[in-house]
């Protein structure tokens, strides 16, 4: 088994910065791509950022310029820098992992608890 563990939510006015960090543990051969979705009440799950294993990023529009997604693979950590914090970034982030589990070196997908973020105006 695989287990994602999130950690740096919290509130922040707008206009500020939070850090989310994203730690793999467990069964792991390998670690794909790893990235950041985010759900807001009432809306579907959105990707926000997702990160190779190799160090390329993808945004999606609304982040970028605001957002870094970054990793590192000696930790099997990913993480999100979010700065300029808008109110409509208010969500739960998810993080997620695509694994290729010890064993039988399946490529499996992981999910986080999830960590809220709340921005005020």
């Known amino acids: 088994q695989v287990q994602l563990v999130e950690s740096g939510g919290g509130l922040v006015q707008s206009g500020g910065s939070l850090r989310l960090s994203c730690a793999a543990s467990g069964s792991i051969f390998s670690i794909y791509d790893m990235g950041w979705y985010r759900q807001a009440p009432g809306k579907q799950r959105e990707l926000v950022a997702v990160?190779?294993?190799?160090?390329?990023?993808n945004y999606t529009d609304s982040v970028k310029g605001r957002f870094t997604i970054s990793r590192d693979n000696a930790k099997n950590t990913v993480y999100l820098q979010m700065n300029s914090l808008k109110p409509e970034d208010t969500a739960v982030y998810y993080c997620n992992a695509k694994v290729k589990v010890l064993i039988t070196l399946s490529a499996e997908n992981y999910w986080g608890q999830g960590t809220q973020v709340t921005v005020s105006s």
């Open positions: 990160i190779t294993r190799y160090g390329y990023p």
